[in-house]
């Protein structure tokens, strides 16, 4: 099946968001090149120790996890669809004097654009939604994974996504595994102040951990770990509460936020 216009409709979306995003708090552009660092717990504590190893991010936004990941040592490749992501990411890169580069490509197309194999490949956080099927971006990290080569994702739970966000308080209408597309159309973005006005014109797709779990081991991946957190590192969904840990939780902690999952070539 053709998904191209769901693809482009993304595209666009995302290539406006860039400029409210890199304007917005929760960005905080101008803390990031005095130095601050945009990666969480989670995956700094999974991968430890990136110095000298080579690191292909997919879905990279407009670089800041990157070029994080850059700092601290590691040799880096981001994708994004967005080629207005990717030329601030490219901009950034300069600006800081880092060594990462970017690919504007969709990131099932990732193949067709780089052909090196890397040490890590690294996705996070509200990237899997975006993608029709799970198979073909399974295979792609295979090829791109050296022998030995780790995959690691650190995303929001499908269960978080069985929501209509759009009203208050949410309601439970999406199925966990969900086949049919979901579109959305709101005023606005996760980043913004409220003043920006834009509209978001968005398609998804739900997958359930199976379905991940699956395509990786199809792609003839080995699975190290899956882990599931009632915390999460934003504050994405309504109502959550601010912990000592400074993550956010549900407040009744009725199902988890974020999983993790490790594999290996």
């Given at each position: 099946?053709?998904?191209?216009?769901?693809?482009?409709?993304?595209?666009?979306?995302?290539?406006?968001?860039?400029?409210?995003?890199?304007?917005?708090?929760?960005?905080?552009?101008?803390?990031?090149?005095?130095?601050?660092?945009s990666?969480?717990?989670?995956?700094?504590e999974?991968?430890?120790?990136?110095?000298?190893?080579?690191?292909?991010?997919?879905?990279?936004?407009?670089?800041?996890?990157?070029?994080?990941?850059?700092?601290?040592?590691?040799?880096?490749?981001?994708?994004?669809?967005?080629?207005?992501?990717?030329a601030?990411?490219q901009?950034?890169?300069?600006?800081?004097?880092?060594?990462?580069?970017?690919?504007?490509?969709?990131?099932?197309?990732?193949?067709?654009?780089?052909?090196q194999?890397?040490?890590?490949?690294?996705?996070?956080?509200?990237v899997?939604g975006?993608?029709?099927?799970?198979?073909?971006w399974?295979?792609?990290?295979?090829?791109?994974?050296?022998?030995?080569?780790?995959?690691?994702?650190?995303?929001?739970?499908?269960?978080?996504?069985?929501?209509?966000?759009?009203?208050?308080?949410?309601?439970?209408?999406y199925?966990?595994?969900?086949?049919?597309?979901?579109?959305?159309?709101?005023?606005?973005?996760?980043?913004?102040?409220?003043?920006?006005?834009?509209?978001?014109?968005?398609?998804?797709?739900?997958?359930?951990?199976?379905?991940?779990?699956?395509?990786?081991?199809?792609?003839?991946?080995?699975?190290?770990?899956?882990?599931?957190?009632?915390?999460?590192?934003?504050?994405?969904?309504?109502?959550?509460?601010?912990n000592?840990?400074?993550?956010?939780?549900?407040?009744?902690?009725?199902?988890?936020?974020?999983?993790?999952?490790?594999?290996?070539?």
């Amino acid at each position: 099946m053709d998904f191209q216009k769901e693809f482009n409709t993304n595209r666009d979306t995302w290539n406006r968001k860039v400029a409210v995003h890199a304007a917005s708090e929760f960005y905080n552009l101008e803390r990031f090149k005095k130095g601050a660092d945009s990666l969480n717990t989670y995956e700094l504590e999974a991968l430890g120790d990136v110095a000298g190893k080579s690191l292909l991010h997919l879905q990279c936004h407009f670089g800041q996890d990157t070029l994080s990941w850059a700092r601290r040592g590691a040799i880096c490749t981001g994708i994004d669809i967005s080629d207005k992501a990717i030329a601030l990411a490219q901009s950034l890169n300069n600006e800081l004097e880092l060594n990462a580069e970017f690919v504007c490509c969709n990131v099932l197309d990732v193949s067709d654009h780089v052909s090196q194999t890397f040490d890590i490949v690294f996705t996070s956080y509200g990237v899997i939604g975006w993608l029709p099927d799970l198979k073909p971006w399974a295979q792609m990290i295979a090829e791109r994974l050296k022998s030995g080569g780790i995959f690691y994702m650190v995303e929001f739970h499908p269960i978080a996504w069985m929501f209509d966000y759009l009203e208050y308080p949410p309601r439970m209408i999406y199925g966990y595994q969900q086949k049919e597309v979901i579109y959305e159309e709101y005023e606005g973005t996760y980043a913004e102040d409220g003043n920006s006005k834009i509209i978001s014109k968005e398609y998804g797709w739900n997958h359930g951990l199976g379905q991940v779990i699956n395509a990786l081991i199809e792609a003839e991946l080995t699975i190290d770990y899956l882990r599931e957190h009632d915390e999460s590192p934003y504050d994405i969904f309504p109502d959550l509460e601010k912990n000592e840990s400074g993550l956010y939780t549900l407040k009744e902690r009725l199902y988890p936020l974020v999983f993790e999952i490790q594999a290996r070539k």
